[in-house]
């Protein structure tokens, strides 16, 4: 067996299990790191409603024009994403599928890890988030009903 100058030979066990608990350890660690920083839709939806709740103080207490059209909705006031209709899924975490009406606004943006986060508001925002595969559009955000993420 070859051996290399200060180290153990290639393959040996030096008996100390230490590095497969760091890599037992460090393994999941990473991985929900990954998902947490996949996750970003639930910031881009927070900043789509603070742009809802303004269009909103500007509009006469109304949602009504929170919406995609990017002369008078929401890119005019968060040009930051990209803003669909409420019946158009969203397919990444900037595009944000919105449903707005006079007293109600809500929002959804899949993350890169496949989750669909949900905001809706009524004057008390509400959160919920769907699995992949589900419909990720503004109407089905009118189902959020949790306190939060």
């Known amino acids: 067996m070859k051996m290399r100058r200060g180290l153990q030979p290639r393959g040996a066990d030096d008996g100390r299990p230490h590095h497969r608990i760091l890599i037992a350890i460090g393994i999941p660690s990473f991985l929900g790191a990954r998902k947490r920083a996949q996750d970003r839709a639930a910031q881009a939806l927070r ?21 995609d059209n990017p002369t008078t909705g929401l890119p005019k006031v968060e040009p930051s994403l990209v803003y669909a209709g409420s019946a158009t899924a969203s397919r990444g975490f900037k595009t944000v599928s919105v449903k707005a009406a006079t007293s ?13 986060f949900y905001i809706h508001d009524t004057g008390e925002a509400r959160y919920g988030t769907a699995a992949g595969g589900q419909a990720c559009t503004g109407v089905e955000a009118l189902t959020a009903s949790d306190s939060g993420y």
Do not use: H, I, P
């Open 47 to 67: 900043l789509a409603l603070t742009a809802a709740k303004t269009v909103f103080t500007n509009s006469d207490s109304s949602y009504a024009a929170a919406d």
């Open 104 to 116: 109600e606004w809500a929002a959804a943006a899949q993350s890169a890890s496949g989750t669909c």
